[in-house]
């Protein structure tokens, strides 16, 4: 389909603030259907991101060019302990269901398809206002100069402020607390991704295989005691076979699922990614729904702009059907399990098809509402039972 900004005296069809997964895979796809996209990116790609880098392989489905060049490994066992004892390990369905990747390498790689079918990535461009005139939007760049559009798409992460400004997503996002740690070195298990239970209250601990080292990390996602990251990383880190002061430790919001929210304006915007508080609030994965909304949206808004006037309308419902669903029940178990951490893990983890269970959520083969209601009634009888 054929551009219309050209004519319109528009300087795009779409705006798409924020050059990360969401973003840049929003850019593509508008791009990819002959829609005029200009990508702002506050930095200059490629660009480190904190981002313990796991992601599904099915989100290869969503994309026509093939995603491989952007991973470093390919996860075929997940082992899970409590304390760093007790292990459970558990084989990944499929011959490439989770994939670790690097977010400078993503992000760029992504970025790149959408600039091949035309896009205008604008790096160094950041954003500093949204606002909606007669009959398109005004971004304000810190450039000082302006970008009018038909349509915006807010992919701008975890600290973006421009969707609350316009009613969308979680008006008070929650976030989970997270400290990540890139470290160089070898890795003793390639293509196994550990989980850790035992150590952090009201959370987990993970490490990653990549090229050349690990992506590890620490998260609280219920309460609001402070995470006693350091404390987790010294018994962590050892176990690893890595030093206790190992790598460089970044703090950063985790933006996680906290309800059903509308993450449209029926004037043409849209909000994606962590920017729409989509990360999961149970394991914290993130790139699948970014990736995911991203490509709705690119759809929604092409549609909407080819006159199909309740196209935005469609987007909220089925990122609600295709991710809000399994993550309401997500959040009802994350709430269980991490007040009860030692029975979850008992309850959740070392029963015989709780692996597998585990397994095809991280493959994306499942959703939680497959197996919530058995896990949270066991957890809760246990609880009234003690």
Request: aromatic share 8%; charged share 20%; net charge neutral.
């Amino acid at each position: 389909m054929a551009s219309s900004a050209a004519g319109s005296g528009f300087d795009a069809d779409v705006i798409v603030v924020g050059a990360g997964a969401s973003g840049a895979a929003a850019a593509y796809h508008l791009a990819a259907r002959g829609r005029r996209v200009k990508l702002l990116e506050a930095g200059t790609l490629p660009r480190p991101k904190p981002c313990g880098g796991g992601m599904a392989a099915s989100v290869q489905a969503l994309f026509p060019f093939d995603l491989t060049p952007a991973v470093d490994r390919v996860i075929t066992k997940v082992r899970f302990t409590w304390c760093l004892e007790d292990p459970v390990i558990a084989e990944l369905p499929g011959e490439a269901p989770f994939w670790i990747v690097r977010r400078s390498r993503l992000d760029h790689f992504l970025a790149e398809q959408a600039v091949d079918c035309g896009a205008d990535l604008l790096e160094g461009t950041a954003v500093e206002a949204i606002t909606r005139e007669e009959n398109h939007w005004c971004v304000q760049t810190s450039a000082g100069g302006s970008l009018n559009s038909r349509a915006v798409v807010i992919a701008d992460g975890a600290r973006s402020v421009f969707g609350q400004r316009l009613g969308l997503g979680s008006l008070q996002p929650r976030f989970a607390s997270t400290v990540s740690v890139e470290v160089e070195g070898e890795v003793q298990e390639p293509d196994t991704a550990h989980f850790e239970f035992g150590l952090v209250r009201h959370g987990f601990s993970w490490a990653f295989p990549r090229q050349g080292g690990l992506s590890i990390g620490v998260g609280s996602f219920i309460g609001r005691e402070p995470l006693e990251a350091e404390a987790v990383l010294a018994r962590l880190l050892p176990s690893l076979g890595l030093p206790p002061d190992s790598g460089e430790r970044r703090v950063s919001p985790l933006r996680v699922w906290d309800g059903h929210h509308r993450l449209h304006h029926g004037a043409g915007a849209l909000v994606v990614g962590d920017a729409a508080s989509l990360v999961d609030p149970f394991l914290a994965e993130g790139l699948r729904p970014a990736l995911l909304s991203g490509t709705r949206a690119a759809e929604a808004l092409d549609r909407w702009l080819g006159g199909e006037a309740r196209a935005l309308e469609g987007y909220s419902e089925r990122m609600r059907a295709d991710w809000g669903q399994s993550m309401a029940w997500g959040r009802r178990i994350a709430q269980v399990f991490y007040r009860l951490p030692r029975v979850g893990y008992q309850l959740g983890v070392k029963r015989p098809t709780a692996p597998r269970r585990i397994a095809q959520i991280l493959s994306g083969e499942l959703g939680y509402g497959d197996i919530a209601q058995r896990v949270i009634r066991r957890l809760m009888f246990n609880r009234t039972q003690s």
